[in-house]
């Protein structure tokens, strides 16, 4: 079946640094992805929208010159944390897919990030 | 936005079925009610979708009343590898990922 992948599944940087994570549709192509973020048990909170060949769609409150997407081919989208800070550690999950009656939405393995 | 609401917990032993309900008032008439799974330090996995009535696949049945206003996802003879969060969504049809609203999902622990 169809397969989102993201990569690194975890990364640790320095405060200050910039960290981008991928996520790839591996056998379908994707118009559109979606990037969540998910703290210590809570739940999954939707980002942004990344439209392919456009500018994404953040959600009220996203920083969106701090999380850059870049979503540059039908089967790849890029989350780019720049000038990360300890609050930015999170879990961050990307999907992809349809929904509704004949559809799935496919999620990625998610990518822990640690800022030190 | 369909807003839906879970138990926060719950805990059964091996081989129990395990019925988790979730209230979803708002739904729209052209909603779905789609429920995932999700392990720790992993994305979530889709388990299944339904309608109304009922639904089964071959890990869980969903059911669903007339008025659509809850839904019960029902896993039978539950094991230890089905601890994990349980999320009820209520999806629209029409493609906007604003309507995949997470809630705080149901942390269901199997004990031995």
């Known amino acids: 079946g169809a397969v989102v992948s993201q990569h690194p599944s975890w990364v640790i940087c320095k405060s200050g640094t910039s960290v981008k994570i991928e996520c790839r549709s591996l056998d379908f192509q994707a118009t559109t992805m979606f990037w969540y973020r998910q703290f210590p048990k809570q739940s999954l909170m939707l980002m942004a929208t990344s439209n392919e060949g456009s500018k994404a769609t953040y959600e009220q409150g996203v920083e969106k010159d701090k999380f850059l997407i870049n979503h540059a081919s039908l089967t790849l989208s890029t989350l780019t944390v720049t000038s990360a800070h300890p609050e930015d550690s999170s879990f961050y999950i990307c999907?992809?897919?349809?929904?509704?009656?004949?559809?799935?939405?496919?999620f990625g393995e998610g990518s822990r990030l640690t800022v030190l | 936005l369909a807003k839906t609401t879970q138990p926060i917990s719950m805990d059964s032993y091996e081989g129990q079925e395990v019925n988790i309900t979730c209230s979803h008032n708002n739904i729209a008439t052209n909603d779905y009610i789609t429920w995932y799974q999700q392990f720790p330090s992993q994305g979530p996995r889709f388990i299944i979708q339904?309608?109304?009535t009922k639904v089964t696949n071959e890990v869980a049945s969903l059911f669903i009343p007339a008025d659509r206003k809850s839904s019960t996802l029902s896993l039978p003879r539950v094991s230890l590898s089905d601890t994990a969060v349980y999320y009820c969504l209520v999806v629209g049809t029409s493609g906007s990922a604003r309507q995949l609203t997470f809630g705080s999902g149901t942390q269901l622990t199997v004990l031995p």
């Open positions: 999907s992809a897919g349809q929904w509704g009656a004949d559809g799935e939405l496919f």
């Open positions: 339904g309608y109304k």
